[in-house]
């Protein structure tokens, strides 16, 4: 290793903290250097190559460095970088809401944030005002549904199910009810996928004593990101939105992960058919390259809160970059390549020769079981989950071959950027069966 190497890990080690880590890992597991990316690959200080397997936190759906983002965003830069969008506009935040206004009518109302975390708690929090508005104090509760996961703010961790996270925070997360247990599948062929009766009168006798106080029930559409990687049946989100409606609680869809084209569809709803009161977006909206989120409802919702200022009704959530221009410019291109290029239908063929790819290696080593898929995103279990940590071995392995994957405990998944080359997925699953092999 090279001296100027040797260093930065020093400082990199003496400074920084990383996201989602323990940091005495990286001893056995240093961070590499990366000094460019393109497509699918990462390029390394040491002139190794990696394949981003998981799109750098499942937000490179276009890839790194797409020529057409760049563009879009030294467009923008030559005009202006960030205005407060409080009593100003300007046509690239217009043009963004008109298109994302056509991904889910009637959701044309579109209020915008950075992260995702920060859409959950935006929805959230307009779901609760609006109660207010309407003299329904009552309806102060919370539903969500078990294993699903919202991020890491403390509205967001309060309504996820997953003690890793939240178990540390408890005495600040407010109380939230979780539903279950849910209709798992492996895919879109699973005979759970389309008719899930079997499960819906234990779900709703448990969501039957919230009737009167939830506001809201929230859910990750379809696919449970960091469940690990979990799809549930289509037919038991159309039911919830049906519940929903009947007893006047909004449905909240979480698509932070699975919007844009991840699950196939640009969103993940249209499995089910359904629209949501409020849909929250971040991720790839643009690809990674800046954060951007967007919390977009109807105008029944919008309605409540638009009257005379002296009646405080307004929702006086102020986030500082809402609306960025610099990312709304990226995401408006992100929308045109997604319909231009056929992104999605792409998204199928690649994750149709991902489960292939992931079945033989179960078969070739015997090492993986549980395999299931949806959209671009493929995912197995490992067969051994005693004495070791898989997921951390594996990993360790796959990236000195050449691939980045991050398993989620003992579950190892691919969520490649959608327009992944096909011999590049062919590639992945050589240097995955010779790390498990």
Known sequence: MAFDEVTLLKRDHQYLWHPCSQMKDYEQFPPAEIIKARGSTLYLK???????????????????????LKQALLAQMEKFEHVLLANTTNETIVNLSEKLAQLCDPLNKCF????GSSSVEIALKMSLHSRAIRGQKKRNQFLALEQGYHGETLGALSVSDLKLYRLPYEPLLFKSHFIGPLPYVSGINDPLWHDCSA???DIETSLQPYTKTATALICEPIMQGAAPMKIYSADLLKRLRAWCSTHDIHLIADEIMTGIGRTGKMLACEHAGITPDFLCLAKGLTSGWLPLSV????????????DDHKTGKAFLHSHTHSGNALAASIAVEVLNIMEQENIC????????????????????TGK????????????ADFTATQGKRWGFEIAQRAFKLGALLRPIGNTLYWLPPLNMPLNQVDELKAITQQALS
């Open 345 to 364: 239908q792409k998204a199928v063929i690649l994750g149709n020769h991902m489960l292939a790819a992931m079945q033989d290696i179960a078969h070739t």
């Open 46 to 68: 040491d002139g190794h190559t990696v394949i981003d397997a998981i799109s750098s936190w499942w937000c490179k759906s276009l890839g790194h460095n797409e020529p057409r």
């Open 199 to 201: 499960y819906w009168p």
């Open 112 to 115: 915008y944030a950075s992260d």
């Open 295 to 306: 919390v977009m409802t109807h105008h029944d919702i919008y309605q409540l809160f638009y």
């Open 368 to 379: 993986l079981k549980d395999i299931r898929q949806l959209g671009a995103m493929v995912a």
